[in-house]
């Protein structure tokens, strides 16, 4: 497993780094991530917990790292977390199913030719 503290320090001083050479994709970024805490429709804590599941469906462990950090500071429980991660199973799953329809499609179809 992955230091987290170390992988967000790792990730942030790149950041910075990246920020100083491309400034304008890094200010989009964080207009693009601040903008549900600007509606607040969700509330923080739904917002993160979005954001864990579709973490582990990208397979990213920075994200990962980032924002299990910020669930930790907002509070958010083992049982949210464990529901979400759930939803991410689930979903991981379903595309599983949906692409081996596919998979199934293009075998008939390329058997016809």
């Known amino acids: 497993m992955l230091e987290w503290k170390e992988t967000i320090q790792d990730i942030s001083?790149?950041?910075?780094?990246?920020s100083t050479r491309a400034p304008?994709?890094?200010?989009?970024?964080?207009?693009?991530?601040?903008?549900?805490?600007?509606?607040?429709h969700l509330g923080a804590k739904t917002r993160e917990l979005i954001a864990l599941a579709v973490a582990v469906t990208t397979r990213c462990d920075?994200?990962?790292?980032?924002h299990a950090a910020e669930a930790v500071k907002l509070g958010v429980t083992d049982d949210e977390i464990a529901?979400?991660?759930?939803?991410?199973?689930?979903?991981?799953?379903?595309?599983?199913?949906?692409y081996s329809t596919h998979m199934l499609?293009?075998?008939d179809k390329l058997k016809q030719e």
Do not use: H, P, Q, Y
């Not at 001083?13 to 990246?18: A, F, K, N, P, V």
């Not at 304008?24 to 607040?40: Q, S, Y």
């Open 13 to 18: 001083s790149r950041l910075t780094e990246l």
């Open 24 to 40: 304008d994709t890094l200010r989009g970024f964080a207009l693009v991530a601040g903008a549900g805490a600007n509606t607040n």
């Open 62 to 66: 920075g994200c990962i790292a980032f």
């Open 83 to 98: 529901e979400a991660l759930g939803v991410a199973i689930n979903l991981n799953a379903g595309a599983a199913i949906t």
């Open 105 to 107: 499609d293009a075998i």
